[in-house]
């Protein structure tokens, strides 16, 4: 089963443009939202996480939107960069599940054109 | 301070065999998890270990199993592989938190 649902698989957007990636989660349980950016042959890194508590966080040009009631969440890039050319996974996790794990999404491969 | 490492870099199995994939983690870091990403797909859960024990599991069957050492590292040990174990392991540390930080990861392909 799915937990996480993650849309656009990929995405083309010019420099300057704003990236927008969506997640859909189903376990109410989830209480900790983080977004990774992973590069080729690298290791997922850590963008920025929300909790349910607040609707919007930003950090410089990544801004995480959460809807509780829809049980979704979004991640935006503005003044997208060539150099953001990368996979993104959206998470989620709970206190109360196995070991705080994170259940990812698919992923979505963005590609920023110069 | 040092981020998570992981050892080696790659890897190359014949069905049957076991390996060995070790991490260290983050400085400061006392919980490790390990994660298996097939190609094209997002990272999925194996199983954590906070102070030296089992502290959940995904759905892996036991011949993926693992040990966390006094000094925070850890090791991945699967035995009886088979062609899907083919995948990049990523192993993450994190300090009794959400936040998770994730190594290079260790890229496994068995033949």
């Known amino acids: 089963q799915q937990q996480v649902k993650q849309s656009p698989q990929s995405l083309i957007v010019q420099k300057g443009g704003i990236s927008i990636i969506n997640c859909a989660y189903e376990n109410t349980a989830f209480d900790y939202f983080p977004w990774y950016q992973q590069f080729p042959g690298k290791g997922p890194a850590l963008l920025i996480a929300i909790r349910p508590d607040v609707s919007e966080k930003k950090e410089g040009r990544f801004t995480i939107s959460f809807n509780k009631s829809a049980k979704q969440f979004s991640l935006h890039i503005m003044d997208s960069q060539p150099g953001d050319s990368a996979t993104y996974f959206c998470?989620?996790?709970?206190?109360?599940?196995?070991?705080?794990?994170?259940?990812f999404g698919g992923g979505t491969r963005l590609m920023v054109k110069p | 301070e040092t981020g998570v490492t992981q050892s080696p870099t790659h890897l190359i199995k014949t069905r049957g065999q076991q390996v060995t994939l070790r991490c260290s983690s983050q400085s400061g870091h006392n919980t490790v998890s390990w994660y298996q990403q097939a190609l094209g797909q997002g990272p999925q859960f194996i199983f954590q270990?906070?102070?030296?024990?089992?502290?959940g599991r995904g759905n892996f069957p036991p011949r993926f199993s693992g040990l966390q050492f006094p000094n925070y590292s850890s090791e991945l040990n699967v035995n009886a592989l088979e062609l899907d174990d083919s995948a990049l392991y990523l192993c993450?540390?994190?300090?009794?938190?959400?936040?998770?930080?994730f190594g290079p990861g260790t890229r496994l392909t068995v033949l």
């Open positions: 270990y906070y102070r030296e024990e089992e502290n």
């Open positions: 998470a989620a996790s709970g206190l109360h599940n196995a070991g705080n794990m994170l259940t």
């Open positions: 993450a540390s994190s300090f009794t938190g959400n936040e998770q930080f």
